[in-house]
């Protein structure tokens, strides 16, 4: 008999989504994090109090989905959003704006709703029609969908709400904690409001997290940049970068290149995951400074090019002196690794190798402490070695193919196996010149003159 049935145990979802239905920090950015991905420009979230009997429910004027595209999202348990819909999202019909890049990857964050009732109703509106569905769970299965309504209303309305059932869940995360977790992560785009409780979050619920930079722009005006640091860096840099904001606008994407004269910051760094940066310069909405459909900025403008040298400049000093404590913690755990090493050496050497690990901390930044160490490791010898650093010149003057023959020759022998083999080889061959230059003698003796030579070991 042909199987049908897949049988779940009951720890399947925790599993599998983790901590998106543990953990209330993570759900609520997911969850609103779909909102984002929806081309939503409003989210309203009420937070489930037990006192109260106040249940948790999100809501959003995004796209909405079909009942058809419900199911077939909610339904596929590995849901790859990107291979689905692409990367990024087109705006909802009536309301203006570019293309957004988006969160979602594996649709997990559908489950993010669990973290906050044990079932849920879920509504949706699209393309002239509107459902609603029960969503919940049991031991046996991770997800039971059931039908409630669905009509065909006519009106072009588009929009998604989520609104909890069942026992209200007591979460462990503070309502003033959820604002300053959701306004850390997205109020980088003021065409993004999120309201909890009734209320928009703003910069004034973050300011712990918020500091306050001006910079002067010659012959232009002031550009006042907002660093929020979110205080952990999240998997990814989604809504982290800079963000520039012109009359209460945003111009272009968040994000930390794409605009940079130079290289801000390297989007692998824990730096890069956890601060955004909010530039506000209202004066270069004079001009032609911001292209037509706002993308982005005009490379002609004089007043965008000065404004952007100058303010990324300033970012950088505040990145520099934002991860000093750490910087001074890595500094201090290579220095305490490489000890033993550094103290066989002399005070001359001592310096130039301390000045290399400071240097190293400070300006490369993507430099674990594993790498720095070992790089520390072997200045140090070099320092110990009589040769010096003439090695590292015979290093410079090869070619990228040698670095990869090399590599594989230290993989199969130590040097001083390689070098007593070379060496023996050259000896070999010193022999076989030599008896080639006496054959060319009339009348030698070739086998007296192999017996005057020193027998080769083989």
Known sequence: MEQTTLFFDERFLESYAGAIINDPSIAIVELVANCWDAYATQVKINWPDAETETQFTISDNGLGMTRDEFQHIWRTISYNRLSASGATVNPPSGVTGQPRSVFGKNGKGRFATFCFATEYQITSRKNGQEFVCRVRRTPTDPLVIEDVSFKATGVQAHGTEIVGSGPISRVSLPVEKARELIGSRFLANPAFKVLLNGSQITFADIPDLLLTNEVVIDGYGTARILHIDAKRAD??????????????????????????????????????????????????????????????????????????????DRIREIIFASSQTERDEKRSAVIEKIGSTMNALSPVSKERVATFVNEVVDTCPNFGELEIVQLSGI??????????????????????????TLHDIMKEWTIKMAKLVLDEIQNRLKLISELRAKLQVAGIDEVHELRKRPRIPV
């Open 235 to 312: 998997r990814t840099t989604k809504q982290h970068g800079i963000a520039w904001w012109v009359q209460s606008r945003a111009v272009g994407d968040c994000k930390w290149s794409g605009s940079d004269y130079e290289r801000v910051l390297d989007g692998r760094t824990s730096e890069a995951k956890r601060f955004t940066f909010i530039v506000q310069a209202d004066f270069l909405n004079q001009g032609n400074a911001v292209l037509e459909d706002w993308s982005g900025f005009s490379e002609e403008s004089v007043a965008w090019t000065k404004t952007r040298e100058a303010v990324q």
């Open 379 to 404: 200045l140090a010898k070099l320092e110990q070695a009589k040769s010096r650093y003439g090695l590292l010149d015979l290093l410079h003057k090869c070619d990228p193919k040698d670095y990869d």
